[in-house]
């Protein structure tokens, strides 16, 4: 097995110059779907503004939102990398339902309580 400097070094280079093309268009997609994002959140939130929605309510949306866009984003630049993004959309679907649970049943529970103290404020 014959080892040659100069085979090796070109190889090298070319996986590094392919490498660091991928890092330098990652960097540009990262950078314009922030800009695209912030813009998203901040449309959505100025027509939740002329709905007349509470603040908290309008915050918690574009927080949501925001939140999920960028999820979103780093799960594309991911697999834009070449990592296997099956068990993140699996692990986010997971989440969504644990906390589609936890909310039914907070609301649930808040349901209950206010029932019940209708129910003993009227006695």
Known sequence: ?????????????????AFGLKVVGALVLWFICRWL???????????????ALDRTVIAYIRSGIGLLLNVVLIVALLGFFGVQTAS??????GIGI???M??????S?????YFYWCYVLSK
């Open 37 to 51: 994002i912030r813009l998203a959140v901040n449309l959505i939130g100025r027509a939740l503004d002329r709905q």
């Open 88 to 93: 993140f959309a699996a692990l986010l679907a």
């Open 109 to 113: 529970i808040s349901q209950l309580d």
């Open 1 to 17: 097995m014959d080892f040659n400097p100069s085979t090796t070094l070109q190889t090298g280079l070319t996986l590094l110059t």
């Open 98 to 100: 644990a906390v589609g």
């Open 102 to 107: 936890a909310w039914s049943g907070l609301l």
